[in-house]
Structure formats: structure tokens, C-alpha cells
């Protein structure tokens, strides 16, 4: 069940391709061919030749989970990492569903998963509810997170892991003046001593990955191109205890053209209220129609209930044409 829901939600659907493009935006040296593949390995380590002399630095933009996973992975090979954040108390639109495998692959605790997903209902356009969770294994579940927990957490274990966490907004970067300079990287930094103002800084690194988001200022700058997105519109709705004791291990998925032409809404347990969402590729500018139908159709079961915070976000059909670029010795990688 984890797959269905998942695999569906990430890219709402699935991409038709998802080639290996490399792009220039800079006089560049070009790569051997590479062969299709979703991941790049940036073969360095503890025990690498050191760029002269030191170690090789490498600016993370975007503190997301896939931010934060990239830190920490090369924060632990010994590259000397730099996590660019702009809030740290960021909270991304996000359903919170995370499928089982993630705990395991990314070593999550599981004390910030909020709710198990035991059970699971897709209702019909007529509002027939058939029970899709019965394939889960006794010992399987789909975790529901709020997404300023886990983002936070990844963070911070990027930061044991030797990664320098920086508060800020990355504005633009100047590429590599020759063919052992750095890319300089220009933020907006927030910390004490500026007192929450923000003060222009710079960072000099010699390779950049992007892990800004569906908006990132990093795949502008590489020329990365146009996705095709879905928009996501979602509701946190605080209900009276006595309902949320029916959501405490289910969620639902509600189908039909009422709620989204391509996609489904969804009602999905947190850890004191629900969230209510839908999203669509090919209806977007009908999306908050569709999240009224949504929250309309499980009307009944949320009687009560206070909207406590509303969110919406592009989620990107399939990865950029672009995705990174090789300057020299230097990398930029849009994640
Ligand atoms: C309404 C909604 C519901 C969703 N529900 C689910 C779900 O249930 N399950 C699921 O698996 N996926 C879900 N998704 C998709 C999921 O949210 C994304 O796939 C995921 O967040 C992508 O992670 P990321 O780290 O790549 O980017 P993001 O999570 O977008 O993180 C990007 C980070 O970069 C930071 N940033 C951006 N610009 C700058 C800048 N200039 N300088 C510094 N920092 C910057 C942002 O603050 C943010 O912290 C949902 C999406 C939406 C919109």
C-alpha cells in the first residue's frame, strides 16, 4: 500500500523519463558520456587527493530532506560541507507521508513519526469505501511526519556529521573565474548578530548542489529548464478528539472529478489534526474548487474542525531537463 499512495504522491504521476542530461551554461570541459542514470557519484573522501591542498567544499542549497540527506552523506566522506538553510523553522506544504522503506534507508527514530498508517480507505466518487490497507504485513506501516520535524532532524544530523549549517537565503553565485577557482556563492545570512535583519555574505566552494526546491534559485542559474508540475493545495485541520479517534492509524484517498480530474484528495492523520489536500496537473487554476469538494466529502468526519494552516506548492512532474553542470573541476548538481 506504502507504494501506491507514494509513488503516486511524489511526482503525482510517474514521469515518462528520467534521462541523464548534462547542461552548460559555462564555457565547460564536457563529460564522457554517461549512461542513464538517476544518481551522479562525487568520487571523494576522507581519503581523497586533497584540491589543492585542502578539502574539497561543496555548498548545499535547500535544507529539505533531500538537502539535508546530501549534507550529511558528504559531511561523512570527509568534504568539507556547507547547508545553506533560509528557515529553519520551515514547515513545506507537504502531506507527511513517508513509505516504510524510508525509515529504514534514511535511520529515522521512531519518535518522529506522529501517526501509523494501518489502515487505509479510497473512496469512490459516490462514496463507497473499500478498504486498500489489507495488504500491509502485521508489522508494516506508512509513516505520517510533519515535515518541520523531519526536515529539522535530518538537518541536525547533518550537523553532527561535520556540516556547517548556515541560516540563510541564497540569492545568486558567480562562476569559477579559471580553472582552479571557486564558485562564489552570495546569501543573505540570519543569525544573532544580525538580529534577524539578514546581512550580505559570500561563500566560496568548489562544487554546488542544489536542493532548493520546486522554485530553485540554483536550477535558474544553471539553465535547468521547465518541469511540468502539479499544484498541491492542503488544509491542517484541527477536529474535535472524538473524530480524530476514527483518523488515529487511517487515512483516506477520495476520488473523483469533484476533487481532482487527475489525482485524488486525501485526509491524512498528523499528530493532532488532520491534513486535507488534493492536487492536479491539468486543471490548476480550479485547485481550491476541488479542495472544497474534498474537504466537502469528508465533511461528516471532520465536523468541527478548525483550519489551523493552509499550504500550497508546485510538485514537479519529473526531474529538470538540466541537471548539472562540469566546469573543470567543478560541479554544480541539481538534486
Ligand atoms: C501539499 C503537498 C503535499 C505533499 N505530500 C507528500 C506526501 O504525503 N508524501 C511525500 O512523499 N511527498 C509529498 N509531497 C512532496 C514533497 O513535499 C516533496 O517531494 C519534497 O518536499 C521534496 O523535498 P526537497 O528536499 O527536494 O525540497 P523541499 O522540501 O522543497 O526543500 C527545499 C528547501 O530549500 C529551502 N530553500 C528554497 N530556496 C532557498 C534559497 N534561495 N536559499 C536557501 N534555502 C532555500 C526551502 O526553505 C526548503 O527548506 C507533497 C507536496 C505538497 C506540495
Not at 530532506?65 to 513545506?92: H, M, Q, V, W, Y
Amino acid at each position: 500500500m506504502a507504494s501506491i499512495s507514494l509513488k503516486t504522491f511524489v511526482g503525482l504521476r510517474q514521469s515518462s523519463s528520467d534521462t541523464y542530461n548534462s547542461g552548460h551554461v559555462f564555457p565547460v570541459k564536457h563529460l564522457p558520456a554517461q549512461p542513464a542514470s538517476r544518481g551522479l557519484r562525487i568520487i571523494a573522501g576522507k581519503f581523497s587527493p586533497k584540491v589543492a591542498g585542502r578539502n574539497l567544499r561543496v555548498a548545499v542549497v535547500g535544507g529539505g530532506p533531500a538537502g539535508g540527506s546530501a549534507a550529511e552523506t558528504l559531511s561523512k566522506g570527509g568534504i568539507e560541507t556547507f547547508l545553506i538553510e533560509r528557515k529553519l523553522d520551515n514547515c513545506k506544504p507537504c502531506g507527511g507521508a513517508i513509505p516504510l522503506c524510508m525509515v529504514g534507508e534514511f535511520d529515522l527514530p521512531l519518535d518522529i513519526i506522529d501517526r501509523r498508517v494501518t489502515k487505509m480507505k479510497m473512496i469512490s466518487p459516490s462514496n463507497v469505501a473499500v478498504d486498500i490497507g489489507q495488504t500491509l504485513k502485521p508489522h508494516e506501516y506508512i509513516g505520517m511526519v510533519r515535515r518541520e520535524v523531519l526536515d529539522s532532524y535530518l538537518r541536525e544530523r547533518a550537523s553532527a556529521s561535520g556540516a556547517t549549517v548556515i541560516n540563510g537565503l541564497f540569492l545568486k553565485m558567480d562562476a569559477p573565474k579559471g580553472p582552479t577557482a571557486p564558485y562564489v556563492l552570495h546569501y543573505t545570512g540570519y543569525d544573532s548578530k544580525t538580529g534577524g535583519v539578514g546581512e550580505r555574505r559570500t561563500l566560496e566552494v568548489d562544487a554546488v548542489i542544489g536542493a532548493d526546491g520546486a522554485n530553485s534559485r540554483v536550477a535558474k542559474f544553471i539553465g535547468a529548464g521547465d518541469y511540468d508540475y502539479a499544484i498541491a493545495f492542503q488544509e491542517r485541520i484541527k477536529i474535535p478528539d472524538d473524530k480524530m479517534v476514527y483518523y488515529e492509524n487511517l487515512a483516506e484517498m477520495y476520488v473523483g472529478d469533484d476533487v481532482s480530474p487527475d489525482f485524488y484528495g486525501w485526509v491524512f492523520p498528523k499528530c493532532d489534526h488532520v491534513a486535507v489536500g488534493t492536487g492536479t496537473v491539468t486543471h490548476k487554476s480550479d485547485i481550491k474548487k476541488f479542495q472544497l469538494a474534498t474537504r466537502l466529502r469528508a465533511k461528516e468526519k471532520i465536523l468541527g474542525g478548525k483550519i489551523i494552516r493552509v499550504e500550497a506548492h508546485p510538485i514537479p512532474e519529473h526531474p529538470r531537463p538540466r541537471r548539472f553542470v562540469y566546469n573543470g573541476n567543478y560541479l554544480i548538481y541539481h538534486l
